[in-house]
């Protein structure tokens, strides 16, 4: 039993569970080695005191296996009903299911109601934060994945520099981006790899399009790459030729903020309290209408994990903790402009994930 | 109010329901026209009898004014609950609901239950089945988006086979479709673009990896884009020079258990009458033990929608369907040949939505 698993059998015992499951493919991949998007299909472990199995659709079977560190297998076929194949290799233990934690932020209702048909347990308890918990704190081999996935966000935002030129269009950087990234083994990236220009960045959410580049613009980067089954996420926004004074002004601010926050962390300090430092400078700025989201999220397997950077959040940051730290300022139809490394908490202070340059570059 | 609002707004009525509710991003794309991917933040449409909302995160709200169809956008910011500004908008309406519907495949617990404190609904009903009856008869203009997605496909298909060569590695291939794909507009596949070599193929759900390429193996494409919202999906086994008489036979009964499904296809029969067309030209051969997954899948938006075509499946084929016959054979470390269209339904019969030779292509 490796050691994620060992510690959610902890939170099993410490909750007075009978049965966990969890049927989130990136967390079945965490806790049992078997990574796979099972897409509408069943793929699920079962953690009970005295057995475990893992659930599979039985064209994944013979991979799990043969990458998943449970013994048991259990598989259905296409035409099979999987809740009934569950409800009897269940009951083949003989072990009455009271007690059972299931992850609220992410099962379905119609498979709550399966679930509770084929279990028979009279309550349920939400174990996401006993998860988060357990997920958020990264041990070095998990940082070590994820220096490795920052650095090749770097390489990816040298990539995306380099394809800049007069008429290129948004989303020919992001293909030329994500084709090298490939050629170099990484076959998902964290998330839709973004690269707006000039106008289209003021929206914080666009999506890359036919746009094309015109002279004295920002470019603005925010990608991320999957390697080793944990994530990097990184945003630059460089300017393509000389720009205007009060664009570099709004970037100054941008900077002033993201800097200022990544050298405050600390562990014993809110997180709250790091959204306030970037958030108060912007504000002071008189910008404070346009930095419309939170700080930062956590980062590991996925790019949304605890902590939240968010205005009041209370959470402690300790050693150890993985987040984003990207402030942005956003004018509609004007301009947008997001800087954000992701970082590891030390004992004193922070190391970020990537190293590109964060003082604004001319291209 | 766009059609596919207004068969919505019909199902509400015939079921007595006072509110739907949805969240899922592609259908909250299908009915209000606003496509995006909120991550964990909250993004739903409210749909009442005299009363019509999108609920957003703030830094959508000006997209979603922008591109959506409902006049009336609620929006809230990271740090605020959603839930409060949810519950107190539907009190402005002073509407009671009682009867609420909602997608319990799509669902989480979690949000059912802050959805259930926030609108102190009685009763749910489950409006899954509604709403792919809505989606499962195409419309000229969705069969039109389709037929462009499959041309994209054949042609990246095309793309695929010219990169063939000695000592190329299958994610290289990868690289190599979805560049030249986002090249041509294509931003997102239906799903991981899989090309897999020889024995590689022998697991019907492998992953592209570091794999690379020798004579006289099988090359399994498996692909599909997204475009103008709707996808397409293909599969192709092609030959990487001269292949054997063994290969050769399994590849023909295969061909031979895709066309006969195809043939078949005819409005009035079961999807599991296809499904068994296909199998039993696959049992004959003396490999259906090896044909481990169901004929096909209806597509759409997604590529899992209604029908599937599953042994015993009972729904009625009827025109404007649109869904794959995919057979395959597939023996473990050894051989893997699958060979696929998607077609729509039409008066007699169906057409495909792509056009790439299904004889075996030698390359």
């Known amino acids: 039993m490796n050691q994620s698993l060992q510690k959610l059998k902890t939170k099993m015992t410490e909750h007075e569970l009978d049965l966990i499951y969890i049927d989130e493919p990136n967390l079945v991949g965490y806790f049992t080695g078997f990574e796979s998007n099972p897409h509408e299909r069943v793929l699920a472990l079962f953690l009970m005191n005295n057995n475990i199995f893992l659930f599979t659709p039985s064209l994944e079977a013979k991979d799990a296996e043969t990458h998943s560190s449970i013994e048991t297998i259990v598989s259905y076929k296409d035409e099979e009903n999987p809740w009934t194949i569950i409800e009897s290799h269940l009951s083949s233990y003989d072990q009455p299911i009271k007690r059972m934690g299931i992850i609220e932020n992410n099962l379905t209702v119609e498979r709550y109601n399966h679930l509770m048909h084929s279990t028979n347990a009279q309550e349920t308890m939400d174990i996401s934060s006993a998860i988060q918990d357990i997920q958020l704190i990264k041990s070095t081999d998990e940082i070590n994945k994820m220096k490795y996935a920052g650095e090749m966000a770097d390489k990816a935002l040298e990539i995306g520099m380099n394809a800049l030129k007069v008429g290129i269009s948004e989303q020919e950087v992001v293909a030329e981006i994500e084709y090298e990234m490939k050629k170099r083994g990484i076959s998902e990236m964290s998330f839709q790899t973004m690269v707006l220009f000039g106008d289209h960045a003021g929206s914080p959410h666009g999506n890359p399009g036919e746009r094309t580049l015109k002279e004295h613009e920002f470019v603005l980067f925010d990608l991320g790459v999957v390697a080793e089954g944990y994530t990097s996420d990184v945003t630059r926004t460089v300017a393509f030729k000389s720009v205007s004074q ?40 008189g910008y404070g209408d346009f930095f419309t989201h939170r700080l930062g999220h956590g980062l590991g397997k996925t790019v949304h994990e605890y902590p939240s950077l968010s205005k009041g959040s209370t959470m402690v940051v300790e050693e150890g903790m993985c987040f984003s730290l990207e402030p942005g300022i956003y004018i509609e139809n004007q301009i947008g402009v997001r800087i954000e490394d992701c970082v590891y908490v030390t004992a004193d202070g922070c190391i970020p994930f990537t190293r590109t340059n964060k003082n604004l570059i001319t291209l």
Do not use: F, H, N, W
């Open 246 to 285: 009060e664009q570099k002004d709004i970037y100054e601010v941008v900077l002033s903020a993201q800097k200022a926050a990544q050298s405050a962390v600390k562990p014993g300090m809110t997180t709250g309290a790091l959204d306030e430092i970037a958030r108060s400078i912007i504000e002071e700025a």
